[in-house]
């Protein structure tokens, strides 16, 4: 096993401490760049301490100490006011996605007993819909908010700057959005958070000269914990960004270090480089220039030499960009290793809401591109029950480890056993300490004669496939072979399909290159876990709010396809 050393990192025993500690440290650099009416705008660790205080301050002073606060809205300064100030000291944050519909917002204000929302432009007409014992603020008020705030603590009121917080009590309620519908309420303390942030920043480097576009949204907690938490404890600046169509341009404008990021944005980025290498002539030339580069030794003076070759493509990036860490899914080894090829390090991790997110990731000096990632420092990940092909159960021990779910005690019960917290994710662990994970525990298709196909590994190999944008895969029944049919639902890729064919491609071409596609894929796996048939659908599969595809209900298409 590889030898690797951790970064230091202060430590620090809840989120107002880290806050109070990097304010005084990094009191005039900037905290957050945000764009408005076509200026960027830069927040100093100073203001933001100052507004956080202020918004605290007066939120006490309205009552809601001790209360649940809903925010939600676009990534924005309102927005990681609201929440810090929250959390240091007022209540409970409540991170809600701004695209729930109105029902599902007035079931989780419900269910929270929030007294407050907090919320975005885009929201107004659902947060107007919550019956009247929920306070509501728009982000547009917050101004105003600390105004009064500032005031008060002028006048001497050090109501919420003495606050005690309690780091083993829940201070963040998050509600996932799952892939099954059902959502669960996962209780986050200040401790959880704390040991996540200090852990992954012992094996990522993060410093004050660093920019992070923050692209993700923020109710999710992995952008939360690692692009916007992690960066505050870092001194980085969090630039947020204008939306996914301009992430291009703004990463022009702000010139990031550090951009999180799901694998479709990766997968999407990736072709795209390739799409425009090849309108241009140029892919040949480009192979010939990686094939040179690969041979320079040593891996940083490698990348250094790439940066310096492809820098008319790293311009398109910002010509700073660092690193890219992709969570949420895994992420196809070829995008990883054909970035790399361009001097764009991007690498991935594993985690969960449950673990304030991160369980593994991969260092930025020591990765494997097929593997979800090593265990952090000081938390301990192992495999429980495993099986003769060498996978078993994930499972974690940790602080970061939730306290559990909201309201579902014997839920909690059924993944908190023996002080270890069950993932319900199925992997192995190579001999260098690398996780690889094979898939939920809860998607395996069982054959008659006990073989496990874990969907997500053809899933994964589909989708190598320029053809196939979406894949899910799925066991039918087949009542003559009392035995389940691996079944692959396909979403074809359009605008490859119009580049090969042109605009008016056939249905009977659609199937043909699907059909290549799967007769590729089950030419690489036993027989056992060959795609019996595969059904194209004609749009893109539901998602979750972290973009995940919904499963739910999905066998159905299979079974009428």
Not at 276 to 298: C, F, Q, S, W
Request: hydrophobic content about 40%; proline content about 4%; charged content about 25%.
């Amino acid at each position: 096993m590889a030898s690797y050393r951790n970064y230091e990192v202060p430590e620090y025993g809840t989120l107002k401490e880290m806050l109070a500690a990097s304010t005084e440290r990094f009191a005039d650099r900037p905290a957050f760049k945000e764009k408005a009416d076509g200026t960027w705008r830069e927040v100093t660790y100073r203001e933001y301490g100052e507004d956080v205080n202020a918004l605290g301050t007066e939120l006490l002073a309205r009552g809601f100490g001790g209360k649940r606060i809903i925010v939600t809205g676009l990534n924005s300064y309102a927005w990681v006011v609201t929440y810090m100030a929250v959390i240091c000291g007022v209540g409970v944050i409540v991170p809600v996605d701004k695209e729930i519909p109105a029902e599902e917002l007035a079931n989780i204000a419900r269910v929270s007993e929030a007294a407050l929302v907090v919320y975005g432009p885009k929201s107004a007409e659902k947060a107007e819909t919550l019956p009247p014992e929920v306070a509501r603020y728009s982000f547009a008020k917050l101004s105003e908010l600390i105004r009064a705030g500032k005031r008060r603590i002028a006048e001497g009121d050090r109501s919420y700057l003495d606050a005690a917080v309690d780091p083993d009590e829940m201070s963040a309620l998050i509600f996932t959005s799952g892939t099954t519908g059902v959502s669960k309420g996962v209780m986050l303390s200040h401790r959880n958070l704390c040991f996540d942030i200090r852990e992954v920043r012992q094996m990522l480097y993060c410093g004050p000269k660093d920019v992070c576009l923050s692209v993700l949204p923020l109710h999710h907690v992995y952008e939360c914990t690692c692009g916007f938490l992690s960066q505050i404890w870092s001194g980085s600046s969090v630039a947020f960004s204008e939306g996914v169509r301009y992430i291009s341009r703004n990463m022009q404008e702000v010139h990031p270090t550090i951009v999180l990021c799901v694998p479709l944005l990766l997968e999407t980025l990736y072709r795209k480089l390739w799409l425009n290498i090849r309108k241009n002539g140029l892919e040949g030339k480009v192979k010939a220039m990686i094939k040179a580069t690969n041979a320079v030794p040593g891996e940083r003076a490698r990348m250094l030499a790439k940066k310096s070759v492809f820098r008319a493509i790293h311009k398109n990036f910002g010509g700073k960009l660092r690193i890219m860490v992709s969570g949420g899914a895994a992420v196809d080894p070829q995008i990883l290793r054909g970035l790399r090829d361009l001097g764009i390090l991007a690498i991935q991790g594993y985690g969960l809401t449950e673990c304030a997110p991160i369980a593994a990731v991969n260092r930025d000096t020591y990765y494997n591109d097929g593997a979800a990632g090593l265990s952090t420092p000081n938390m301990l990940l192992d495999i429980y029950d495993v099986q003769d092909d060498g996978t078993g159960e994930i499972r974690v021990r940790g602080d970061n480890v939730m306290l559990g779910y909201y309201g579902m005690p014997e839920l909690t019960a059924e993944v908190k056993r023996d002080g270890w917290f069950y993932t319900g994710d199925l992997g192995y662990l190579d001999a260098d300490g690398f996780l690889h994970i094979t898939g939920r525990k809860k998607n395996v298709i069982v054959t008659a004669n006990g073989k496990n196909v874990f969907p997500e590994e053809l899933e994964t190999y589909l989708c190598r496939s320029p053809f196939i944008s979406e894949a899910v895969v799925v066991g039918v029944p087949n009542e003559k072979k009392k035995d389940l049919d691996v079944v692959a639902l396909l979403y074809p890729d359009a605008l490859h399909l119009a580049e090969v064919y042109g605009k008016e491609y056939t249905s009977e071409q659609i199937r043909a290159e699907l059909s290549r596609a799967v007769e590729e894929v089950n030419g690489l796996v036993q027989s056992y876990k060959r795609i019996i048939r595969f059904v194209p659908v004609s749009v893109e599969f539901p998602k979750n709010a972290s973009h995940k595809i919904k499963r739910a209900g999905l066998e159905k298409l299979a079974v009428e396809g």
